[in-house]
Nanobody, 126 residues
């Protein structure tokens, strides 16, 4: 079983940047599809971005395309989300997720992932 721990969240002004990290332990993530989801207050958790186990395929929700970049370093067992040009509507708790054996062929859903972190708060002030 893999444990996931997110870090890097915080308070930033609109237009600023943050880099989230998702550190995995207990199992190597080399063959796991990984993803980022977020949940704003009074809203459902939604997909943000995902990356295939080899990093060759990436997916983004439309609202973050061109602003967020997902990446992974399998040697460090860590995934990242570089967020730039942040907007107040990006405010949410950000969760990382992993699923071994998942072949990403299209935008994944919450149900595709079996392992989740506890989340890190991102707050963007206007």
């Amino acid at each position: 079983q893999v444990q996931l721990v997110e870090s890097g969240g915080g308070l930033v002004q609109a237009g600023g940047s943050l880099r989230l990290s998702c550190a995995a332990s207990g199992r190597a993530i080399s063959f796991a599809a990984m993803g980022w989801f977020r949940q704003a207050p009074r809203k459902e958790r939604e997909f943000v971005s995902a990356i295939s186990w080899g990093g060759m395929r990436t997916f983004y929700t439309d609202s973050v395309k061109g602003r967020f970049t997902i990446s992974r370093d399998n040697a460090k067992n860590t995934m990242y989300l570089q967020m730039t040009s942040l907007k107040p509507e990006d405010t949410a708790v950000y969760y990382c997720a992993a699923q071994f054996g998942l072949s990403l062929q299209a935008t994944p859903s919450i149900a595709d992932f079996g392992s989740w972190g506890q989340g890190t708060q991102v707050t963007v002030s206007s």
